[in-house]
């Protein structure tokens, strides 16, 4: 039985509250082992907190790009369920744009009562993260944790890493994601996200519109 529009939305919210949760935890694990290495920048054991670190940006990667597949839910005939068992952040977002170019995350803010009471809205910030700089990264740190040749590691006996390199992709991550919007045109909703509600855990709301609605800087009108 075809569950309801408020059904497939209450689907999708629970989904993906629970995957950018896990964000959260991800981001918040990263914090001690970034002030650890601070603290004590030449004690040797350091690139044990730099490989922890790699890790989490890594599966923070896994966990958006699923969110954002688990918010394409409501597509007819897609193919969600199968991209659903694939694992590679980067091939999941390569697919899923395919399917909509306004799909990667877009950071906002949302100016309250703007122009009057409950008048609130929704205003895209400027990009702190894209769909090839999320696949980079992605890649990245991929590199940054694989073994290697038997020769680097005859030449390097502790992994190389860079704190400044970590910090920026971490930092990267929570401007894009800590309020952010999922464009969905094909039902003409977009799906409003933040990291952190009162009670502090992440939580989603979908914005409906009226009628078709365009978006800024491409020619295509959506319909219903």
């Not at 809205?121 to 400027?126: D, F, L, R, S, W």
């Amino acid at each position: 039985m075809a569950l309801s529009e408020a059904e497939s939305q209450e689907r999708i919210s629970t989904y993906y509250t629970a995957l950018m949760d896990q964000v959260v935890v991800r981001l918040e694990a990263m914090v001690p082992h970034l002030e650890e290495v601070r603290a004590n920048p030449a004690h040797p054991n350091n690139w044990q907190n730099a490989e922890l670190c790699y890790l989490q940006i890594r599966k923070i990667c896994e966990y958006t790009a699923l969110a954002v597949l688990m918010a394409h839910d409501l597509y007819a005939e897609n193919p969600v369920e199968s991209l659903g068992k694939k694992w590679h952040a980067a091939d999941i977002f390569k697919q899923i744009l395919k399917l909509n170019p306004h799909a990667f995350p877009a950071a906002t803010v949302v100016p309250i009562d703007k122009n009057g009471p409950g008048q609130h809205h929704v205003e895209a910030t400027k990009e702190f993260l894209g769909p090839e700089d999320l696949a980079e990264m992605y890649g990245q740190c991929g590199d940054r944790l694989h073994v290697g040749s038997i020769k680097k590691l005859i030449e390097s006996r502790i992994p190389p890493f860079d704190l400044g390199e970590i910090v920026l992709w971490r930092n990267r991550l929570v401007q894009a994601l800590n309020t952010h919007l999922v464009m969905l045109p094909h039902i003409g909703s977009v799906l409003l996200v933040t990291l952190a509600n009162a009670e502090g855990n992440a939580s989603c709301v979908f914005a409906k519109a009226d009628g078709p609605f365009a978006i800024d800087g491409d020619p295509m009108v959506f319909g219903l």
